[in-house]
Nanobody, 123 residues
Framework: QLQASGGGLVQAGGSLRLSCTAS????????MGWFRQAPGKEREFVAA????????TYAPSVKGRFTISRDNAKNTVYLQMNSLEPEDTALYYC??????????????????WGQGTQVTVSS
């Protein structure tokens, strides 16, 4: 199971850090990703990180502002979000891919999903 937290209301230009904690003992076997879904829009890829944290991929819209990281000892993946914009308002989901050793941005590649945490950025 994946449990996401850290969402909230923040003004434009502000920062938030999302966390996602996984249960179980095989966290370092999963590629971890973050996706988001804004009202009326399809869910979209945000960022992903390889099993040991050596590789990351970002959506162009967040590159340079968001940073994904993981602490395998704590079974937790993070998404540090800086310079937030109203367009970042969405429900953010963490997800795990246990089948691949490389990052793919397709949500169909991710097998387990958290419940989502709401991020709202006011202008």
């Amino acid at each position: 199971q994946l449990q996401a937290s850290g969402g909230g209301l923040v003004q434009a230009g502000g920062s938030l850090r999302l966390s996602c904690t996984a249960s179980g003992r095989t966290f370092d076997s999963y590629i971890m990703g973050w996706f988001r879904q804004a009202p009326g829009k399809e869910r979209e890829f945000v960022a992903a990180i390889t099993r040991l944290g050596g590789g990351t991929t970002y959506a162009p819209s967040v590159k340079g502002r968001f940073t994904i990281s993981r602490d395998n000892a704590k079974n937790t993946v993070y998404l540090q979000m800086n310079s937030l914009e109203p367009e970042d308002t969405a429900l953010y989901y963490c997800a795990a891919d246990y089948r691949r050793s490389w990052i793919t941005t397709s949500e169909s590649a991710f097998d387990y999903w958290g419940q989502g945490t709401q991020v709202t950025v006011s202008s």
